[in-house]
């Protein structure tokens, strides 16, 4: 290593991070503003995006371990580079797919979410960082993206992706992806593309588990196809419910990011259309599933369309268009207690039982002292132990607790037709506890 | 006194291989995995299909939750079926005549990202 390429590497090193220097200081200025209008599409890429004849030398330079091969040679590259993308979501699958469809030179990248990034995410949406919690997860990942690669056009939008700006903004991009967390967005992002004859993307994620998808393209199906009717709310669990192991959306949203690819060079619609299933701890850990072509009595890709517009996909799914936490009100207030209320009366001594009614794994994360453990699904088969525990405490009221209080509600609901009258359960869970009591009471 | 000998033969059972995932194992005491005995033909006499196989698993299997697992006499929306690797739509739906060794997988949509 010559001094000459070491002064040549620091030039360069100094280089990016001047311009690194100068992101983060105008992003910074940008955060302490006052807020004044809501956050509109970012307008920067002062450029508009133009398509291009040939690749440049950079670009060979750049990208010519792709180059060399035959599956996406010149042809396949510049297919890339003139292609458009848009990412709904940069949650845990946008996180890899917006990198590495940047990384591999696809020319221009929308990413659409309404979320700002927390530390919670990060396990999982490795787009975004500790140093960016707090700003909004498009203009984070259009960070990140211009690190990367700066000849990427990329553009934010800090925006719901939902009916009054999906055909908009979907109708700039060549390809949609769908990294999006609930089901009412999953349908309204399928029908977008639908309607405006887009190919569709699709990857999910839960705990272990992964499905993968491209719909809308080739004869295959759409979305509607598969699921003309959406599922009961009741039986959907989200990421922040049900856990996610961080790796799980990241190798899923990797596939999503080489079916883009595998759509702009032309070589996936010779595929018949499958169903990708990915189980970490199965085996086998993927497996392709065969699956029906476009319905022709579909509502919104069949031969007489009921569906032209989009529609309330929040009526239609029952749910909302978010993966965050359900409060329930299923009780009168007073067959219920404030923490704060519940905290007094544990600091009186008031004799009573605790039961907390969380799952084993939820339980070992932390707990109240004093608590009797009964998980909401062994409740009904361990009421007896709740009775006979509550005669040790000389028949004292019975306080109901979990983590968001919702199942301490069920399980009050649930004491009460069993002739249980004298219970209550504790508002909020221990998130609220947390909140409102005891700040150094874990939240997670 | 000795019972009448049936005229014919019961016939020999169909072994069936059945799969839960994507949170579907959870209404099935947490096992993704079961390999079951069911007849080969129905009460009237007629061939097993998938509807049969679905009432079965539902009064066999399930332990609880009924409406999780069955929905209108089918599989509640958001399941998908697949027989032997693919999707059901393919193989007739709920008229598909369950074969020796089948593998029937039961899959919950994911919706999380």
Known sequence: MSAQSDVERLAAENAALQTRIQALTKENSRLKAPQTSPPLPDPSPLTAFTQVESLNNPEIARYSRQLLLPEVGVQGQLSLRNASVLVVGAGGLGSPCILYLAAMG????????????????????????????????????????????????CIAYDLVFDYTVALSVAAEYDVVVDATDNVPTRYLVNDTCVLLGKPLVSASALKLDGQLTVYNYAGGPCYRCLFPVPPPPETVTNCSDGGVLGVVPGILGTLQALEVVKILTGVKAKEAPTLLLFSAFSSPTFRSIKIRGKQAHCAVCGTQPTI?????????????????????????????ITCADYHTLRQTGQPHLLVDVREPVQYDICRLPGSLHVPWRDFAQRVPDILAAREAVSHQPIYIICRLGNDSQEAVLHLRERGVVDAKDIVGGLLEWHQSVDPTFPAY | MASPAPATPAPTPLKVNLEFSGGMELLFNNTKNYTIEIPATTSEHTPTLLRHLIFWIRDNLLKEKPELFISADTVRPGILVLINDTDWELEGELEYQIQNNDTVVFISTLHGG
């Open chain 1, 308 to 336: 032209t517009e989009l529609q309330d996909y929040v009526a239609f799914c029952g749910s909302q268009p978010t993966d965050g936490p359900v409060h329930l009100n299923l009780l009168p207030a007073g067959d219920r």
């Open chain 1, 106 to 153: 696809v020319g221009k990248i929308g990413v659409i979410d309404h979320d700002t990034v927390e530390i919670s995410n990060l396990q999982r949406q490795v787009i975004h960082s500790e140093s960016r919690a707090g700003l909004s997860k498009a203009r984070s990942a259009r960070l990140a993206v211009h690190e990367l690669n700066s000849d990427c056009h």
